[in-house]
């Protein structure tokens, strides 16, 4: 199995810059960019002595499959991964839209999470390094790709990087089929990081007792609890919705 992969999007890329450049091998970057976006990650490569390549557009969608790239990708050390959230939200200029996992242990369910994360716009995954199912290459299978563009931070301690999001002004709302608000009746602003539990227990106690709201998903069936991911799409869904509104 080739030790390489291209991963690809602006935070993907701009992070891995940041957290671990000697991982790139090479960027290419669409030669139609000229904002300042890409002018600002061109600067961070060419101070990390990174090459880059500009290139057509097309040539960047043939690479990766998918006309999502934003115009950047990288060819990586698919043996480095992220290390520090931090890495991540450096590179934000916009409000930080994070999904934390407390301990997923089904590769589909994280691969589903994945997903739902790329299409909502979130801008990392955080789970803890144990008790977690981490990025199988069954989780690559079902993410289709969303394991590429959407950082994936394992941390030793989940309550104590939660704790540090809550310093750098990150809310940390948590799912419970006993809490007090309901989401269609919750605002949803600034910062915003959604945490969910395992499929068996749910949130942790230390878990449940870092967040600074509880919310809880209305239900009108006979079913009392939704599958993970789902769960995690309609809160990022009503996120996107209520923040993009604005």
Known sequence: ??????????????????????SIKEIFIDAMR????ARDLIKLA???????????????????????????????????????????????????RLLVLDGIQDPHNLGACLRVADAFGVHAVIAP?????????????VASGAADTVPYIAV????????????????????????????????IKGAVAWVFGSEEKGLRRLTR???????????????????VAVSAGICLFETHRQQSSV
């Open 1 to 22: 199995m080739s030790s390489t992969r291209l991963i690809f999007g602006f935070h993907a890329v701009t992070s891995r810059l940041r957290q671990n450049p000697d």
């Open 34 to 37: 000229g904002d300042q976006r």
């Open 46 to 96: 060419e101070s990390r002595k990174i090459h880059y390549v500009s290139c057509e557009g097309s040539k960047l969608t043939s690479m990766t499959g998918s006309d999502r790239h934003q115009g950047v990708v990288a060819n990586i050390d698919s043996t480095r991964s992220y290390v520090d959230i931090n890495d991540v939200l450096d590179t934000l200029t916009e409000p930080a």
């Open 129 to 141: 390094k144990d008790r977690a199912v981490g990025l199988t290459a069954a989780v690559y299978k």
């Open 156 to 187: 030793t301690n989940l309550a104590r990087t939660l704790k540090q999001l809550k310093e750098q002004g990150v809310w940390i709302f948590g799912t419970a089929e006993d809490a007090e608000h309901d989401l269609t009746q919750f605002q």
């Open 209 to 227: 007792e870092s967040c600074d709201q509880l919310v809880r998903i209305p239900m009108q069936g006979s079913i009392e609890s939704l599958n």
